[in-house]
């Protein structure tokens, strides 16, 4: 035990006098959730929108308005024909063109009944879906309102009833995207930087030769291993606890579960994640080496975290391969708590499933550590 | 000086794949005895150290180092030698005296044997200016000394050095080696390597290693006479040279 204290007195002395990590460690990881919160969105908005309107009545000049008085379009053009509409969308000028037929008002009012045509740009086909739906409620309500005008008393009878539906939205009741994002961007950091610390750490003794010293003195391999990682273990901590300060306080996330919860799971996360780090280094014989493969696995595990990308939308190949990511379960469990306010309970298959991943990774870790050749 | 052996290797044998790296050596060295073990580069001798010190399992052969075996005791060879690496062992970000208490504790120095054996350190050495420098910051012949000393922090059986004093100028030199003479008469047997011939001279026994096997072992008169040499540069260049 005392031989883990050394060393872990020692890590920390190294690491808080290395002038050119602690900035890295803790200004550019905060400095990055602060940008990347704002910034890594995928909500819609400023939608570029152009119109043709061939009947220019009252009744187009309506629908019209309606997409003006939307937040999410901003009408940008008004083109007198298809054609000019068609260079602009080509050289993205515009992202949705609205053809208001010739006879719309006519028709509406004689046959109840006519047709608009809608271009959308979906060369991003996510965002092009989003638009159609936007597009459509726009439409629906304009139709709804029509209607109103358009029916005689007579025909009230005839009516279909109208069924409407309301939707609740429950847990981020303002579809705040940075409430959905902080939490997971904060895990990213607490992950990557405490992956590459670990990573880089014991393969940079390997450089400058004091590993074999290491080696030559009769200290114990889990003592070592132990006082090494340690100081990262605690600096994870530290991440995650400025991390949470900012999220509180510049982005005003929702924390309704139990903060106890968030550090009692991230203790065994980051056991994952310092494991791993120690894996790699194992392997390799330069920084460099160690920085490439952390760096992979990280663009992986992020990719197919379900932080930008629903999980659920995945190939059914590629969902059995998160089951592997250690990423996808916290940030799941960060926005379990800290949204819903999810208990031990909840988070149970999460934290086995950490727990085995951390088990294997260690053991793993361990195992590949040799003191002897 | 008992005639006691230390280290004690017969038909020790490391492979790499095909290649043979020690091809069967066998020797003794005594307790408090200078043992240099010579060789060009890549004749062997740094794989035979890391045999003997518990970093590298032989292929073959056998071998007790203070008395216990390479392949089944290796950690606690570890507890009984010392051990300065050719690579420069201390770390650098931290000063002489954080790096005498993290090695005095890794093996197990109690706070208050490590506080005595730095104030002998600082005393003999002459460090009382530096000792919190950091160990980046100093030059190198005043690191090797430092490095040596704190590889006797646990008053080791044996130490092992690995070229000590490459690109070190010949004062601080000659300074290492009347460490290393003061060392060998408290008891500890010194074994060594190196490339400087004046150093071989030095040595109460030398080994030459050529190709992975040791051609020559013997007091450094003796190998004169034998190859009818004036110096240790000329018996050791005709063995290198085949």
């Known amino acids: 035990m005392k031989t883990i204290g050394y060393i872990i007195q020692k890590e920390f002395k190294q690491i808080f006098r290395n002038k050119g990590m602690l900035p890295i460690i803790f200004i550019l990881p905060l400095l990055q959730l602060v940008i990347l919160s704002n910034a890594a969105t995928f909500e819609i908005k400023n939608i570029k929108f152009s119109y043709i309107d061939n009947d220019n009545t009252s009744f187009s000049r309506a629908l019209i308005d309606k997409f003006e008085a939307s937040t999410y379009f901003n009408v940008v053009s008004n083109f007198p024909s298809e054609k000019i509409a068609s260079s602009a969308m080509l050289k993205g000028e515009v992202d949705v063109i609205l053809e208001i037929p010739h006879y719309f008002e006519r028709d509406l009012l004689k046959d109840k009944k006519t047709d608009l045509s809608v271009i959308i740009n979906a060369i991003d086909g996510a965002a092009a879906g989003v638009e159609n739906v936007y597009i459509n409620q726009i439409v629906q309500g304009f139709n709804k309102n029509a209607q109103a005008t358009l029916i005689q008393p007579s025909d009230l009878i005839n009516q279909p009833k109208n069924i409407s539906s309301i939707t609740s939205f429950w847990y981020n009741e303002t579809l705040n995207y940075k409430t959905f994002m902080v939490p997971g961007i904060l895990v990213l950091l607490v992950t990557m930087i405490t992956l590459f610390l670990s990573g880089m750490n014991i393969v940079r003794e390997k450089e400058i030769g004091t590993l074999e010293q290491m080696n030559v003195t009769p200290i114990r391999k889990h003592e070592f291993i132990i006082g090494k990682l340690f100081p990262f273990w605690i600096i994870g901590f530290g991440l995650l606890t400025i991390g949470l300060i900012i999220s509180k306080v510049i982005f005003n996330t929702p924390i309704i579960g139990n903060l106890g919860l968030v550090y009692f799971y991230t203790a065994f996360y980051l056991l994952v994640i310092l494991g791993m780090g120690l894996f790699i280094s194992n392997f390799t014989d330069t920084q460099q080496q160690a920085m490439f493969i952390a760096w992979f696995f990280v663009v992986i595990f992020i990719l197919m975290s379900g932080l930008f990308t629903p999980i659920e939308s995945m190939p059914k190949w590629a969902q059995n391969l998160t089951e592997f990511n250690p990423i996808k379960y916290f940030v799941e469990v960060m926005r379990m708590v800290m949204l819903k306010g999810a208990d031990f309970n909840d988070i149970l298959p999460q934290f086995l499933k950490t727990l085995g991943y951390a088990i294997i990774m260690n053991g793993l870790a361990v195992w590949s550590y040799k003191k002897t050749s | ?242």
């Not at chain 2, 052996?5 to 005895?33: P, R």
């Not at chain 2, 005296?97 to 002459?126: A, D, H, M, P, W």
């Not at chain 2, 005043?142 to 490095?147: C, L, M, Y």
């Not at chain 2, 390597?193 to 008169?221: N, Q």
Request: with cysteine; hydrophobic share 40%.
């Open chain 2, 1 to 242: 000086m008992n005639n006691k052996n230390v280290i004690k290797v017969e038909n020790l044998t490391k492979k790499f794949g095909d290649f043979t790296a020690v091809n069967s050596i066998s020797f003794e060295v005594k307790k408090g005895e200078i043992f240099g073990f010579l060789g060009a580069n890549g004749a062997g001798k740094t794989t035979a150290m890391k045999m003997l010190i518990g970093i590298s399992t032989p292929t073959s052969g056998s071998a007790q180092v203070a008395d216990f075996d390479v392949f089944t005791n290796p950690e606690d060879i570890k507890k009984n030698i010392g051990y300065m690496s050719q690579k420069f062992a201390l770390y650098d970000d931290l000063t002489v005296k954080e790096n005498i208490t993290f090695f005095g504790g890794i093996y197990g120095l109690s706070r208050k044997q490590i506080e005595e054996k730095r104030c002998l350190l600082v005393e003999e050495l002459g460090l009382q200016d530096i000792v919190n420098e950091l160990v980046g910051s100093l030059p190198l012949g005043w690191k090797q000394k430092i490095s040596f000393s704190v590889a006797l922090l646990h008053n080791p059986k044996i130490i092992f050095l690995d070229e000590p004093t490459g690109g070190v100028d010949p004062i601080t030199r000659r300074q290492f080696w009347e460490m290393i003479y003061k060392t060998a008469n408290n008891g500890t047997t010194v074994f060594v390597t190196t490339h400087y011939m004046d150093e071989a001279e030095y040595c109460d026994r030398v080994s030459i290693m050529v190709d992975g096997k040791i051609e020559a072992l013997d007091t450094p008169t003796k190998l004169k006479e034998q190859f009818k040499a004036d110096t240790m540069n000329d018996v050791f260049l005709k063995l290198a040279r085949g």
